[in-house]
């Protein structure tokens, strides 16, 4: 992603992004919880950032297919295999102190 460079001008200018902030922000973005002028920031580089626009409408898919997902829908025997997995990967580690 191409990364933007704060401007060294005075602070009240409006608020600019970079790639990785824009990414870091994601989740409050999309809950509302930003505060407005980190919002207008936000908006104003995806405007510019075909990258993070991407990375954005990626997120929200991600989410949407993590919510449709249901435990109940995983068949038992798939269930039993990834639980035989994890102990056979954890016997490899040793314990936590």
């Known amino acids: 992603m191409a ?17 990785e902030r824009v990414t ?6 999309l809950a ?6 980190l919002a207008s920031a936000f908006e104003e580089h995806l405007r510019r950032c075909t990258d993070c626009v991407a990375f954005l409408n990626t997120y929200k898919q991600t989410v949407r297919a993590v919510q449709s997902l249901s435990y109940e829908e995983i068949p038992a025997e798939m269930q039993i295999r990834v639980r035989q997995f994890l102990r056979a990967k954890m016997k490899g580690f040793p314990p936590r102190r």
């Open 3 to 19: 990364q933007q460079h704060p401007s060294p001008r005075g602070k009240s200018e409006q608020v600019r992004l970079t790639c």
């Open 24 to 29: 870091a922000v994601i989740r409050d973005y």
């Open 32 to 37: 509302g919880e930003l505060a407005p002028d």
